[in-house]
């Protein structure tokens, strides 16, 4: 019966991308979906299976099944009954534990290939990308190198967003002057979708973009395309965009980017919030604070 309610409700989606990943991040929370799902089946299924059959078993009519009136306790239910929920929460406790740690969005992910910093920028209605390596940026559209990790440095210019990418797994809030940080990778070629998780306001329905992992030799192929745009993202060009509010916003590409645009924005938000400068607070925590300026993954501040 589970499985067919399981089905049914499932019959008119056409990829559970959350199942089935393009990463090794979005692979291993697949796997502890999974898992968790079928430990939670040891419990359910047999009471389904018990329901039915008690119910046919020790019916009114059915004069043949044993009648103990006066039956009141057994060893071997009572082990059961708490032995296998303790082994379950045991079991899960122990995946949830080492995974926190393992998937911790923080902790970098280890490869050959050098990492690529991206700075995502959210503001009304749209996503902004920008890459510091190679001063361009690109608005509602996220381009990368297959197998190479991305190195995500995250603040809002408005309201809090949520920064998601399904089929790479792990979803990051986005706050004005705070940073979050997140650590992804893609190990197939591929056009993933990416959204915002947050209800935000009127620009919210507009808040998804594509997230592409190309090859080395596309991704600078694509470089060399976004150098070739007329635009430039200067702070000024930036408030022009974050007062927008346009849920058709078309990719935009800037082939030039003011190389502090990240901290302004920062610095903006946390002068209003009368927060200690930016120098201060590094000075204080280090290049990564563990104050209260970041919050981590699944809504856990620190």
Not at 45 to 73: C, D, G, Q
Not at 133 to 139: F, N, W
Not at 142 to 168: C, D, E, H, K, Q
Not at 258 to 283: A, R, S, V
Request: charge should be negative.
């Amino acid at each position: 019966m589970l499985f067919l309610l399981t089905a049914a409700i499932l019959g008119g989606c056409k990829k559970m991308v959350v199942l089935e990943p393009s990463g090794p991040v979005g692979e291993h929370q697949a796997f502890l979906i999974k898992v968790a799902f079928l430990l939670m089946l040891i419990v359910v299924l047999p009471v389904f299976v018990m329901v039915i059959w008690f119910s046919i078993r020790y019916r009114s009519s059915n004069k043949k099944a044993t009648y103990k009136p006066k039956w009141t306790h057994s060893n071997a239910i009572e082990a059961v009954v708490w032995g296998v929920p303790v082994a379950i929460i045991i079991a899960l406790g122990y995946l949830t534990w080492d995974s926190t740690h393992k998937l911790n969005p923080y902790k970098p992910l280890e490869s050959e290939n050098k990492p690529l910093e991206i700075d995502v920028i959210s503001t009304d209605s749209d996503w902004l990308f920008v890459y510091p390596e190679y001063g361009v940026a690109s608005a509602n559209q996220l381009v990368f190198p297959v197998n190479t990790p991305l190195n995500f440095r995250l603040t809002s210019g408005s309201v809090m967003t949520s920064f998601f990418i399904p089929a790479l797994g792990s979803q990051m809030y986005v706050m004005a002057g705070m940073q979050t940080k997140l650590h992804l990778m893609a190990d197939e070629v591929g056009v993933f979708r990416g959204q915002n998780m947050e209800y935000s306001g009127n620009g919210y329905a507009g808040m998804h973009f594509k997230a592409i992992s190309t090859t080395s030799e596309g991704f600078e192929n694509w470089l060399k395309g976004v150098k070739e745009s007329p635009d430039t993202l200067t702070v000024d060009r930036f408030k022009e965009i974050n007062l927008m509010v346009n849920i058709n916003h078309p990719v935009t590409s800037f082939s030039s980017v003011d190389p502090n645009l990240f901290n302004t924005i920062m610095m903006e938000y946390m002068q209003w919030m009368h927060m200690p400068e930016h120098g201060e607070m590094e000075m204080k925590y280090g290049t990564e604070p563990e104050g209260h300026m970041h919050m981590h993954g699944h809504g856990t501040m620190h």
